[in-house]
């Protein structure tokens, strides 16, 4: 049987690379490719000359048909133009492929942009949730989060130089955020590495080019502007049907996981505007 190789290549600078990375790109028969000409820069630079094909064909599907048939002959190896494999890529459908048909898979680890800035983010923590880049809608982008923000858990998100400031603006004013890590062309010339006040990071990266990581997290348990105004119209039904205070705010502190002070308080507010 065939060996699959997942092979992580540089986010930016082409040394971050490894010796065994290299090795297996020089030895396999064929390399599966993101964009052709980005690779060969990287497999110019270290004098590799193994032939190379285009993970996409022409008609911009899968190339799925030819792995398939290279693999039952021949040792290839998978890479993007940046990063580890298996993130905004299809290599999750060659690894069927593989798996299927009972090829070895073999992981070849490498750089990673997500990796790499939650280890300078200085959020101390032994998970964090990737959410990769947001949808465009606001509606959307506020249903994304909110799934995910009352874990209370750093968030990672990646972001373009167009949409950075108004999603900066979107997670200050909607979810509370004051503080962020923000990642600019991570390993790459003009790389910059931003940890503080959400305010300045919209003064600094207000014109800025590049690829983004930004990296936050819930502060001091605060709840994102629809989640209260949520809760509130619950607790002011409640309110208005005669359900008890206190039966309301246990079975709403189970479902949210939300402590039950938050929801007395909320509770005293809607009681007094009403009395």
């Known amino acids: 049987m065939s060996k699959f190789y997942i092979v992580g290549s540089p986010i930016g600078n082409l040394e971050d690379i490894t010796k065994r990375a290299i090795n297996i790109l020089s030895d396999v028969d064929l390399i ?34 030819q792995f398939k048939y290279a693999i039952e002959k021949h040792d290839v190896a998978f890479l993007t133009d940046a990063g580890t494999p298996g993130i905004s890529d299809p290599v999750a459908q060659f690894v069927k492929i593989s798996s299927k048909e009972q090829h070895e898979i073999i992981p070849i680890p490498g750089a990673s942009s997500l990796t790499s800035a939650f280890s300078a983010s200085g959020f101390d923590s032994k998970n964090f949730i990737f959410l990769g880049f947001p949808p465009k809608s606001k509606i959307q982008f506020q249903k994304y989060i909110n799934e995910y923000i009352g874990l209370d858990l750093p968030i990672i ?35 910059k590495i931003f940890i503080g006040n959400i305010d300045r990071a919209i003064e600094l990266f207000s014109n800025a080019k590049g690829e983004f990581v930004i990296i936050f997290k819930r502060e001091d348990n605060k709840l994102s502007k629809s989640s209260i105004n949520k809760y509130d119209k619950i607790l002011s039904k409640g309110y208005k049907e005669g ?23 909320r509770w005293l507010e809607i009681k007094n505007k009403n009395e």
Request: without cysteine; proline residues 2%; glycine residues 4%.
């Open 32 to 65: 599966f490719a993101e964009d052709t000409r980005v690779s060969k820069k990287l497999l110019s630079k270290y004098n590799i000359s193994t032939k190379t094909a285009p993970i996409y064909n022409k008609a911009k599907k899968v190339n799925l048909g």
């Open 157 to 191: 998100l990646f972001e373009s130089p167009k949409r950075l400031i108004s999603t900066l603006r979107f997670l200050k004013d909607e979810f509370v955020i004051q503080n962020i890590f923000i990642g600019k062309e991570m390993t790459k010339l003009y790389e």
């Open 243 to 265: 359900i008890k205070g206190k039966e309301l705010i246990t079975l709403l502190s189970e479902l949210t996981g939300e402590n039950k002070k938050f929801f007395y308080n």
